[in-house]
């Protein structure tokens, strides 16, 4: 069975500086990985995804994350955090689309000014 | 293109009443997902439906837990009697279904209040 494993429940960064969000995944075959966004009273937004083409992925508001197979690792970065990124991060695997999400517990980001 | 919409956003209830929460996901997308989120928690999956049919419900407590998705479009998710565990965010989502990646369009959410 496949699941995920997010490092540190809540994250603190000041304005401007790199966000780095760690995600590190259980599976037994390639896996399909994702990273999405809550914001307060929300539902999930994606923010990106990666599908076994490039191990690199760019998302939206300037998020990518880089599958690392060696390391079981799917971290999220931003190079300059901005106060509007405050919110819940999830990371979540699956194998196959006929597999529903399973998702880690959640990274608290907040950015201070 | 319209959302996954859920209502209501909001229910507060007293302990043993029942309650239903609605989901309308995105047209054309057959596979719908009822999750559980719990305060600080992920989403956890209740059911999973393909069309019609639940092909996923082994997380959902069948003793006071029903769900249902009569013509393959929008579901109820429907609890009786409710405990005060049950207060939690009930997420429904949607997708394409079998061939995609598994990528999920979340709803806002319903959040349950158990008094």
């Known amino acids: 069975a496949q699941s995920v494993t997010q490092l540190g429940s809540h994250v603190s960064v000041s304005e401007g500086a790199l966000v780095l969000l760690r995600c590190n995944y259980s599976?037994?075959?390639?896996?399909?990985l994702f990273w999405y966004v809550q914001y307060p009273n929300q539902g999930l937004q994606l923010l990106l995804k990666y599908t076994s083409a490039a191990t690199l992925v760019k998302g939206i508001n300037g998020f990518e994350a880089e599958f690392k197979k060696s390391e079981t690792s799917f971290h999220l970065t931003k190079p300059s955090a901005h106060m509007s990124d405050a919110a819940e991060y999830f990371c979540a695997v699956t194998y196959s689309g006929n597999t529903p999400l399973v998702f880690g517990k959640g990274t608290r980001l907040s950015v201070i000014a | 293109e319209a959302g996954v919409v859920q209502s209501p956003r909001y229910k507060i209830i007293e302990k043993k009443q029942p309650v239903a929460f609605w989901c309308n996901p995105i047209?054309?997308?057959?596979?719908l997902y009822w999750y559980l989120q719990n305060l600080g928690q992920g989403p956890e999956l209740l059911i999973r439906?393909?069309?019609?049919?639940?092909?996923?419900d082994s997380q959902l407590p069948k003793d006071r837990f029903s769900a249902e998705r009569l013509k393959g479009v929008d579901s109820t998710l429907k609890i009786q009697p409710a405990e005060l565990g049950d207060s939690a965010v009930y997420l429904c989502a949607s997708s394409t279904g079998q061939g995609d990646t598994g990528e999920l369009f979340f709803g806002e959410g319903s959040r349950l209040t158990v008094l």
């Open positions: 599976s037994s075959v390639p896996p399909y």
């Open positions: 047209s054309g997308h057959n596979t």
């Open positions: 439906y393909e069309n019609e049919e639940a092909v996923d």
